[in-house]
């Protein structure tokens, strides 16, 4: 199993430019969330789907938009990337098993705004 | 909203030695997780803590949960440099289905 991909593993965009981040898992889960890593600063959440078709907000949404057309797909578009969304970006996927969810974790996108 | 809050910020200690490293959490939580990250890696799960008083030990690790007091503890026994990495808590709420980070211990084991 490959379990969650993320693609592209790099990237460089311009200011205002845009790119969608694809994030793909093959486990069936249910659950599938983006987030991103900035220094000292931990992981936050953007957005999250609770199952296809169906997206919601997480702590930092602004500037950021995502769709779940299938199930094991999760997209995370930015529409005019700015230089405050430099950042790495992780997307994960979870399962509910024996009273707890089992995140799986995906190897992140590395982004810079310029 | 939940917040999640972990101190200290960065450690450095010597090996072994002992430390602990904190997690608060602010409102009632389902359920508490340790991860550890290498640089440039992504996350590895090490503990799911699931009842008020759960204890889970592997290795030179131990996590401990307070539900009541709303902390969870990652006790570090005896360090080695292997140890060294950024941990991470995180709290997940069934009626939420978000897991919500604390910012991170970034541990740094000095020979």
């Known amino acids: 199993n490959a379990g969650v991909t993320q693609t592209p593993k790099f990237r460089v965009l311009k200011t205002g430019q845009s790119m969608t981040l694809l994030c793909a898992q093959d486990?069936?889960?249910?659950?599938m969330y983006w987030y991103r890593q900035d220094p000292g600063m931990g992981l936050r959440l953007i957005h999250y789907?609770?199952?296809?078709?169906?997206?919601a907000k997480g702590e930092v949404p602004d500037g950021y938009n995502v769709s779940r057309l299938k199930k094991q797909n999760f997209l995370l578009g930015l529409e005019s990337a700015a230089p405050s969304q430099t950042s790495v970006y992780f997307c994960?996927?979870?399962?509910?098993?024996?009273?707890?969810?089992?995140?799986?974790f995906g190897s992140g996108t590395r982004l810079t705004v310029v | 909203e939940l917040k999640v809050e972990q101190n200290p910020l960065f450690l450095s200690m010597q090996e072994g030695k002992n430390y602990t490293i904190y997690c608060n959490y602010s409102?009632?939580?389902?359920?508490l997780y340790w991860y550890r990250q290498d640089p440039g890696k992504s996350l590895e799960s090490l503990f799911v803590?699931?009842?008020?008083?759960a204890v889970k030990q592997e290795g030179r690790l131990m996590a401990s949960l307070d539900t009541k007091a709303r902390l969870s503890t990652l006790h570090i026994t005896a360090a080695v440099h292997d140890l060294s990495a950024t941990y991470f808590c995180a709290v997940d709420m069934d009626s939420s289905y978000k897991l919500i980070f604390g910012s991170g211990t970034r541990l740094l084991v000095r020979p």
């Open positions: 486990m069936n889960h249910e659950y």
């Open positions: 789907s609770v199952g296809e078709g169906t997206t």
């Open positions: 409102t009632t939580s389902d359920r």
């Open positions: 994960a996927s979870s399962y509910l098993t024996g009273g707890a969810y089992g995140y799986t």
């Open positions: 803590l699931l009842s008020n008083g």
